[in-house]
């Protein structure tokens, strides 16, 4: 799914002053443009979304890294009420969700609703009006209803790490990584083993000089079953919608005896545990090394990262 739309500028609403709505939803990330939507096909037209960023799209509009993205099925990882059969791989990475994510809000008529540059920072309840009064960069509007559609991990977390503040050298977050920065043949630390470490270190690792990772915890690490789309896939998803929802069902199956493996049945997870192990194995020749990147800690007791070549 491609998008054409005109710039977020443009395509925004605006806050006049003492502007009042039934709902206000904050963020425009999957869940804020998911309850915009259904609002519309509901037939309500009186709400805004309040973005603070330039247009929809949340994590997958901010994070930008070498290598971004989903460790979630794209058949599984998308709007059930709109799927995509032209997903060009079975992981997609950053630009195609943001490009389907953008081009979802076009379709359903979301964009004439979101009020861009609009950070909140003031969100207190009007007992006598009955009514929440929302400040925010892009001006004020008071609501009925107001929801709260912000991401966790919308705002990226520093390490304390002493001398930081003096580092002569460049320092990026992965959740704004600065693109015009060249590291052809420059010395990177990378601190953080997670899911976007894991992606990041492969993606710049042949255009860098050196490259050490910091790492606290090992995570567990599992093969990424990612493998172009074919077109005569995408002809069948396009003519025949109910074989795109039977491929969501299995995925979304799979993944919830995941779900019972962590939170009840952990002998559901023994094999899971077995494939990550000889993953490692295949992967890390060097014993001293594999057993510093072995967990000692029971699979699914933090996030499991796929990955086949960090």
């Not at 973005?51 to 993205?69: F, K, L």
């Not at 919308?154 to 920065?181: C, E, K, N, Q």
């Not at 494939?275 to 007791?301: F, K, N, S």
Request: hydrophobic share 40%; net charge positive.
């Amino acid at each position: 799914m491609t998008s054409t739309l005109e710039t977020p500028a443009t395509a925004g609403a605006q806050l006049s002053p003492g502007r009042e709505v039934g709902v206000a939803v904050i963020g425009s990330g999957f869940a804020g443009l998911g309850l915009a939507i259904r609002l519309r096909q509901r037939g309500e037209t009186d709400f805004v979304v309040l973005e603070r960023g330039n247009d929809v799209g949340g994590t997958w509009r901010d994070n930008t890294y070498p290598g971004a993205a989903c460790d979630v099925q794209s058949n599984l990882y998308s709007f059930s009420f709109a799927p995509n059969p032209d997903w060009p791989r079975t992981y997609s990475g950053q630009p195609e969700i943001q490009a389907y994510l953008r081009g979802t809000a076009q379709r359903f008529g979301v964009y004439p609703h979101c009020v861009f540059g609009a950070e909140v920072t003031e969100a207190r309840w009007d007992e006598a009006a009955r009514r929440w009064r929302i400040r925010t960069r892009a001006g004020e509007v008071s609501a009925r209803v107001l929801v709260s559609a912000a991401g966790a991990l919308a705002d990226p977390a520093y390490p304390d790490i002493p001398g930081l503040d003096s580092f002569a050298g460049t320092v990026m977050h992965s959740a704004r990584w600065d693109g015009t920065h060249d590291l052809t043949g420059e010395q990177v630390a990378v601190i953080g083993t997670g899911a976007s470490a894991i992606q990041i270190v492969p993606a710049i690792q042949p255009q860098v000089g050196s490259v050490a990772v910091y790492q606290r915890t090992p995570p567990w690490i599992v093969p990424r079953g990612d493998r172009p789309v074919k077109p005569a896939a995408q002809r069948m998803y396009r003519r025949l919608p109910a074989a795109q929802k039977a491929v969501r069902g299995a995925l979304y199956a799979a993944r919830e005896v995941l779900v019972v493996g962590m939170a009840k049945q952990r002998r559901l997870l023994k094999p899971v545990g077995k494939m990550a192990r000889a993953h490692l194995e295949r992967q890390v020749r060097d014993p001293r090394l594999r057993a510093a990147l072995t967990p000692d800690y029971t699979i699914g007791c933090k996030r499991i990262l796929i990955s086949n070549d960090y």
